[in-house]
């Protein structure tokens, strides 16, 4: 059996050690790779302007140059283990190894020195032995509010001590060791510290950042942290029992069942609205939510967080899914933290034995908890619920009853909302739809039933998702009972069959008579889907006198015209891109193409776009489509007689024939041989 080559296997082994690095080794690595050209062991270090806080930089930080949106200055420093030495370039000596005491004074914490010097901690950690110490910087001390600082100094020998012995592990734990909702058992009591390994190479122990790792010592491992840590022995539910401005919270989480679940073990973020952020939501709304179980639960969800979130983890914006199912958007601005963009955290990183909490003074509403109106409110459809509020159709959208909203975008009134009367009442009737739908269960096909008692088709398109004329212009929004689908226009749901269309528009007089006598009305009256290009009167006015003559004549050419301009599929224009092709009844292509806004049908512009049928849809077109094959080379005077009968049913549905100059005559002469013919009509 053949074995690997030897560097094969050696580039199989680097790359896997590669692989297998901590996020925090891996930014660690992109400074060091930032900082090589300064020297040996040398690191790219942001820090941002104006405060004294640094950070390893990642690719991305490295290009953007910013945290929490705030500029950056990048320095150049010694990686941590090295140290300069005097005319040398970079920092090409590893720092001396010594015990731990020793090292807390080399990697900047002197004051967890000396405190450690103070509570008799020193001869431990001078001693032999295997530790981890969690030091807190000079800085981390001196931010202390002076009173705890004060009593921890006063009492050296038992509240220093313990303070500083829940900061160390007995034994060596490196940063590769620290894995992402883990615990360590502290020195203390063997009270658990927190640990956390994000993704984006930040370590927080208690929600400490860690500023400089790993530093070796003869007996252990020294992490510089950003902040002196407590401990901490309750739970989510029993902080928020405990703490008065959650009162609220404590009464919604009790009356959702919720209480198990926050005393659980696990690792959660809990985004906690105080009294006040409930005071910020109408009453009635209020009432109403607390008043329905289901909707209670997923407002309570929706501000709990699948993982604990510290908020030193967070130096730009990431998006995080809570319990509810949904997403919220968890940025930074400075030194402020921001939930979908606004700085409305109040506190930040309350500890708890299953988490974190923060405390937010507003109330963070699901869609799945609020009313159609609701959902709509301050969105690109507000216009609309105007609209159905004028209409008097506010009680199907703030119930419980099942709907769906079809809501025409604001940008479709933008001349202002049409006059409400009883016929645009009962259209917004059509445009709620009965159940509550989600638009990635729709199918092709697929009928739905109104609230006017009208039925609307669903079109499927590679680009986009219609009902009838309209096309879904936004993702849905899913409120507690209804559905709000954004729409790109008005819908006009089908009135009839399209000869039924045809003939109730005098525009398409002449039209209909030569479908009658092409023997072309069945097939436009049966169900169906079509799309009909259809000539107006003015497209057949316009044609050469001798073209016109010739047409008319000719039944069998006529027809054949005519299913040109039919095809056995429904395309209403919000499915027209750039070009698309379709059959036409007659065998040949039709090319539909969307330019300046406007549909073009072979090239040509249609007049009006997405006249519904309920078993098609119509285009009016000012000119008469013709394939290739069939355009005529020859004028005539005069229309055969077969033209006779199209005439006569022309007569009946339309006198704009007779008034026009151009064909007044062909009438006139047509006219007089149907008399001698059959005697009249």
């Known amino acids: 059996m053949a074995h690997p080559p030897l560097p094969l296997l050696l580039a199989l082994a680097l790359g896997l050690a590669a692989a297998a690095k901590s996020p925090y080794q891996q930014v660690l690595q992109h400074s060091r790779l930032r900082g090589r050209q300064h020297g040996p062991n040398v690191c790219a270090v942001q ?72 509570s008799n901690l020193r001869p431990e950690i001078e001693g032999p032995g295997s530790f981890t110490i969690f030091a807190p910087s000079n800085e981390a001390w001196a931010s202390l509010p002076a009173e705890t600082l004060d009593s921890l100094v006063s009492n050296v020998n038992i509240e220093l001590l313990n303070a500083l012995r829940y900061h160390m592990v007995n034994k060596r734990v490196l940063t590769d060791d620290l894995k992402h909702g883990t615990t360590l058992n502290s020195m203390y009591q063997g009270l658990p ?170 109330l963070l509403i699901p869609d799945s908890a609020k009313t159609l109106f609701e959902l709509a409110q301050e969105s690109e459809v507000s216009k609309s619920m105007d609209f159905f509020r004028q209409a008097g159709l506010s009680s199907h959208l703030t119930g419980s009853e099942r709907v769906t909203l079809l809501a025409p975008v604001n940008d479709v009134f933008k001349d202002g909302l049409p006059v409400v009367d009883s016929n645009m009442k009962n259209l917004l009737l059509n445009h709620i739809v009965r159940d509550q739908l989600s638009s990635k269960y729709l199918y092709h096909g697929q009928k739905l039933q109104t609230l006017g008692d009208k039925e609307l088709r669903v079109f499927v398109y590679r680009n986009n998702l219609c009902i009838e004329n309209a096309c879904i212009a936004a993702h849905d929004k899913r409120g507690r009972f209804g559905t709000l689908f954004s729409m790109d226009k008005m819908l006009t749901p089908p009135s009839g069959s399209v000869m039924d269309v045809l003939k109730a528009d005098h525009r398409f007089s002449t039209l209909v008579a030569a ?84 549909i073009h049908i072979n090239k040509e512009p249609v007049a009006e776009s997405d006249i519904m049928a309920t078993n098609g849809v119509i285009y009016a077109v000012n000119s008469v489509l013709q394939p290739q094959a069939s355009r005529p080379q020859e004028r005539g005077d005069e229309p055969a007689d077969p033209a006779l009968e199209i005439f006569k049913q022309a007569s009946a549905l339309s006198k704009v024939s007779q008034r026009n100059p151009r064909l007044a005559p062909v009438y006139s002469r047509l006219l007089a041989r149907m008399k001698e013919n059959s005697g009249g009509f």
């Open 193 to 362: 510290i927190q640990i956390h390994h994000y993704p984006n190479g930040i370590v927080t122990v208690n929600c400490a950042r860690l500023l400089k790792a790993d530093h070796h010592a003869t007996n252990g491992v020294v992490h510089v942290i950003d902040k002196v840590i407590a401990t901490t022995t309750n739970s989510i539910q029993q902080i928020i029992e405990s703490e008065e401005r959650l009162e609220t919270l404590r009464a919604a989480v009790a009356a959702s069942d919720l209480n198990s679940l926050l005393e659980s073990e696990g690792q959660y973020t809990l985004l906690a609205p105080t009294n006040e952020a409930f005071e910020k939501i109408p009453r009635e709304t209020l009432n109403r939510i607390l008043g329905d179980p289901e909707a209670l639960r997923d407002l309570l969800n929706h501000h709990i967080l699948k993982s604990a979130m510290c908020a030193e983890a967070i130096i730009a914006g990431l998006t995080m899914e809570t319990l509810e199912g949904t997403t919220l958007d968890v940025g930074c601005s400075g030194e402020e933290l921001t939930l979908n963009g606004k700085p409305i955290i109040a506190d930040k990183d309350v500890l708890a034995t299953n988490g974190v909490i923060h405390f937010v003074n507003e």
């Open 515 to 598: 479908i009658q006598s092409a023997g072309l009305t069945e097939n436009l009256n049966r169900p169906g889907t079509f799309t009909v290009f259809a000539p107006t009167n003015e497209a057949f006015r316009a044609m050469p006198q001798g073209e016109l003559n010739k047409l008319m004549g000719n039944a069998k050419e006529l027809a054949n015209i005519l299913k040109f301009h039919v095809a056995d599929e429904i395309l209403v224009s919000g499915a027209v891109g750039a070009l698309v092709r379709l059959k036409s009844m007659q065998g040949d292509k039709l090319e539909v193409s969307m330019k300046n806004n406007i």
């Open 47 to 118: 820090k941002l302007i104006g405060t004294n806080r640094k950070y390893f930089t990642n690719c991305k930080q490295w290009y953007q140059r910013k945290i929490c949106g705030k500029s950056t200055v990048i320095s150049y420093e010694c990686c941590p283990g090295y140290e300069k030495v005097p005319g040398e370039k970079g920092c090409p000596a590893a720092l001396p190894l010594s015990n731990i005491y020793e090292t807390l004074g080399v990697v900047g914490s002197a004051t967890t020195q000396l405190y450690s010097d103070r």
